[in-house]
């Protein structure tokens, strides 16, 4: 089995989890411009897309805030259920951009959780 090396982790900008972060965020903010939506899912489509973008660029800047991928966790579960609690199951594209970006939002942060346990113990090597 294939070790994951702390040196690579301890780098920013180099953890693909994080890029994965980023460019998922950004699928669910753009997502209701080719999409019809009302506007609660716009709204919450791009406030959550926003914020999985932010944490996702703070994460790749700061490789050992362990922090990161448990607001990514949360920030993915939010989204996976926001076609409920905001009600726009109806809009079906919007809905399952939905569930699918905070699915894999919620599985890349849980992916990452052990690079940034490494590059947070890294860290307080120096």
Known sequence: MARISDRTSARPWTRPHDWAEVVLGAVLALSPIWFDTNTAATWTMVVLGALIVLDGL???????????????IVLGALAFISPWVMGYTEFTGAAW???IVGGLTVIAGA????????AHRMAGQH
């Open 111 to 118: 992916a990452a959780l052990p690079l940034a346990t490494a």
């Open 58 to 72: 703070v994460s790749l800047a700061m490789p050992g805030a362990v922090y990161g991928e448990g607001v990514q």
């Open 97 to 99: 951009t939905s569930w």
